[in-house]
């Protein structure tokens, strides 16, 4: 079947640098994307991964390892304004995307 | 800016009444639109893909003739909660992506149904 697993909660301090991990299981990979969901809000994309290694954009970083079925978001930096839901969505063979439950990031002062 | 307009962006209707939402592409044509469902501190759901010019593919458990999906033009999709009892009430959001599948897929801002 198909799985993403992730934390289901963390939560960090403003200023500091959190990662949140992300390992999935799907019928064939299309690449993987990050996406940020405040509460009561749709999604927003931030990132999408489809080879090995580390995309870098601003404050935030993605991370993929396809032999691992490993992703990770980097947040550096972190503002009152990061608190939100991170969604690991990894695409399938039939680019449908899969979607998880996402890691809610809480952010104290 | 916005790519993909959601309207209305939330709705109070009683039991038994029908409700319209619409989803525009703004700047590109979506011959592929998708219709998610999300449930308070759920993931969302794909409930349907709305393909222009032809019927829409529908997730299993999600019933067709409830909710219609009509794609009538390549930047406008509907989606229509038909007889809506409450257990409808979520947050419906809809998404499309330009070009190339593996493009990422941007999202209206969301319906908020609350049927009473």
């Known amino acids: 079947g198909q799985n993403i697993d992730q934390p289901t909660e963390m939560t960090a301090t403003e200023g500091a640098i959190v990662q949140i991990n992300c390992t999935y299981q799907?019928?064939?990979?299309?690449?993987l994307f990050w996406y940020q969901q405040h509460a009561g809000e749709a999604p927003t994309f931030l990132s999408y991964?489809?080879l090995d290694g580390l995309e870098e954009k601003g404050r935030f970083s993605s991370f993929l390892s396809r032999s691992k079925g490993y992703s990770y978001l980097l947040l550096k930096e972190l503002q009152m304004k990061d608190s939100a839901s991170y969604l690991c969505a990894p695409l399938d063979s039939n680019y449908q995307l899969i979607w998880g439950a996402g890691t809610k990031l809480i952010i104290k002062p | 800016g916005a790519v993909v307009s959601q309207h209305p962006s939330w709705v109070i209707c009683k039991s038994g009444t029908s409700v319209k939402i619409e989803c525009r592409s703004l700047d590109f044509q979506a011959t592929t639109m998708f219709w998610y469902r999300q449930f308070p501190k759920q993931s969302l759901m794909l409930m349907a893909t709305s393909n222009e010019g032809s019927k829409a593919t529908y997730e299993q458990g999600v019933e067709k003739d409830k909710f219609l999906i009509n794609h009538a033009s390549l930047t406008l999709s509907t989606l229509t909660v038909t007889s809506a009892h409450p257990e409808d009430s979520s947050f419906y959001i809809c998404?499309?992506?330009?070009?190339?599948?593996?493009?990422?897929?941007?999202f209206g801002n969301g319906t908020r149904l609350t049927v009473t």
């Open positions: 998404s499309a992506n330009k070009g190339q599948e593996n493009s990422p897929l941007h």
């Open positions: 799907t019928s064939g990979f299309n690449g």
């Open positions: 991964n489809v």
